[in-house]
């Protein structure tokens, strides 16, 4: 049986945040959202993207790994959980363990929150929420072989941190063939187009 998990091309996010009112509506984090829509480069660009749980295959989950308590569970298909309330003891290693900066600290209810991929919506078949409100598919779910059915794009679900190689069950939509997204030389790329661009500022204002 094809495994069905989310698809987030930022190519479509428009930044109406969506997603993150949609998230608000789930049972296991009333009132918050765990979806997060950042920014891509604030300084020289209007652009946004998605920010979701990215659900580790290889390693497996990091932040259930570093977890003492065992309090982050994963589900027979690969969905990790947040952390079990009644087992969380607020030390925050999931937080600093997660490649992608995922995990919210709650100061108050002193316990991880975290996306769980609508897993009460996901097991029954169904859209999580944040694909279900978001109007231009910036976030879709389904099956591999049905995105490539349907949409365009090259999903890509190994990320590189260095020499760190990351396979998750959620994929990132790129718009190119490319095995892998390689975060060491987007960064590398970002500081020179940003320090490109504050030359291009500084030289405008020369009289």
Same mark, same amino acid.
């Given at each position: 049986?094809a495994i &069905? $998990?989310?698809f ?5 996010c428009?930044g ?13 984090? !009333?009132?918050e =959202?765990?979806?997060?829509v950042d920014?891509?480069?604030r300084?020289? =660009?209007?652009?946004? +993207?998605? *920010?979701?749980c990215?659900?580790? +295959?290889d390693?497996? #989950?990091?932040?259930a790994?570093?977890?003492p308590?065992m309090?982050?569970l994963? *589900?027979?298909?690969?969905?990790? +959980? ?5 087992r969380?003891i607020?030390?925050?290693?999931c937080?600093y363990?997660?490649?992608f900066g995922?995990? &919210?600290?709650d100061?108050?209810a002193? @316990?991880? !929150? !975290?996306?769980?991929l609508?897993y009460d919506r996901t097991s029954?078949?169904? &859209?999580?929420?944040?694909?279900q #409100?978001c109007? *231009?598919?910036?976030l879709w779910?389904g099956d ?5 059915n +349907?949409?365009e ?5 190994? $990320?590189s941190f ?6 998750t ?8 063939e490319t095995?892998r997204l390689?975060?060491?030389?987007? @960064? =590398?790329e970002a500081r020179?187009? *940003?320090?490109?661009?504050?030359? #291009?500022?500084?030289?405008?204002w020369?009289?």
């Open positions: 049986m &069905k $998990t989310l987030v091309d930022p190519a479509r428009i109406c945040r969506a997603c993150e009112a949609a998230c608000r509506e789930c049972d296991s984090h !009333k009132g =959202s765990m979806v997060m920014f891509v480069n300084g020289i =660009s209007v652009a946004t +993207q998605p *920010t979701v990215m659900h580790c +295959q390693p497996v #989950a990091p932040c790994q570093v977890c308590v309090a982050i994963i *589900t027979p298909e690969g969905v990790v +959980q947040q952390a079990d309330p009644s969380c607020g030390c925050r290693n937080v363990a997660c490649p995922v995990p &919210k600290f100061v108050q002193r @316990l991880m !929150k !975290k996306c769980n609508c029954q078949d169904l &859209k999580p929420w944040c694909a #409100a109007p *231009t598919q910036a779910y591999y072989e049905e995105f490539m +349907q949409r794009g090259h999903p890509v679900n190994v $990320t260095g020499e760190q190689n990351v396979r069950r959620v994929y990132h939509v790129l718009p190119e095995p390689d975060i060491a030389a987007l @960064l =590398s020179a187009q *940003t320090g490109q661009a504050g030359q #291009a500022r500084e030289e405008a020369v009289l």
